[in-house]
T-cell receptor
């Protein structure tokens, strides 16, 4: 089944403790992206990747890192999480700019 | 800077009614526009994708139109059903692989 998977689905952590949210797609998509969704602010793009080893900042990249070492994986790294990074995170992928984006199920992160 | 607005923010209709959701964007330089549905606490499900060169796309009871010159897209839902209750989001893809989302329209269809 074609899909985008994220792990973990739920995570509660403390301020400053490094964490990684994994994202994987099995559709051989070139493009992958991370978003966060917050009440009243909607979905905002954090980082995106056009291909292996090619990444760029979205609208809200501060406090996040990404890497794309393999085509199928695009992990989101929070080196020192803070409470303002409490949010619902989504990973998405597509074949390219002209193709529809497919979204993962989301990761609900709480930073205390 | 591209901004995407969806009106209305919320909508309640009786079952069977035809309805239109609106999405407007400030910069016509887009690659495409995609409509999504999001159920509470869930991920996004793609409904329709319209390329910048297209005027409309249809899937079942859904029809999406795009008028790039005026910066508008509409999602038409025919014969609404309670199962259509969800939040509907539009997103525009702009240069540099960026995607900008609207805040969404929360739809409630009453049985």
């Amino acid at each position: 089944e074609a899909q985008v998977t994220q792990n973990p689905r739920y995570l509660i952590t403390v301020t400053g403790k490094k964490l990684t949210v994994t994202c994987s797609q099995n559709m051989n998509h070139e493009y992958m992206s991370w978003y966060r969704q917050d009440p009243g602010l909607g979905l905002r793009q954090i980082y995106y990747s056009m291909n292996v080893e090619v990444t760029d900042k979205g609208d809200v990249p501060e406090g996040y890192k990404v890497s794309r070492k393999e085509k199928r994986n695009f992990p989101l790294i929070l080196e020192s999480p803070s409470p303002n990074q409490t949010s619902l995170y989504f990973c998405a992928s597509s074949f390219g700019l002209s193709y529809e984006q497919y979204f993962g199920p989301g990761t609900r992160l709480t930073v205390t | 800077k591209q901004e995407v607005t969806q009106i209305p923010a919320a909508l309640s209709v009786p079952e069977g009614e035809n309805l239109v959701l609106n999405c407007s964007f400030t910069d016509s330089a887009i690659y495409n526009l995609q409509w999504f549905r999001q159920d509470p606490g869930k991920g996004l499900t793609s409904l329709l994708l319209i390329q910048s060169s297209q005027r409309e796309q249809t899937s079942g009871r859904l029809n999406a139109s795009l008028d790039k010159s005026s910066g508008r897209s509409t999602l038409y839902i025919a014969a609404s059903q309670p199962g259509d209750s969800a939040t509907y989001l539009c997103a525009v893809r702009v240069g540099g692989f960026k995607t900008i989302f609207g805040a969404g329209t929360r739809l409630f269809v009453k049985a």
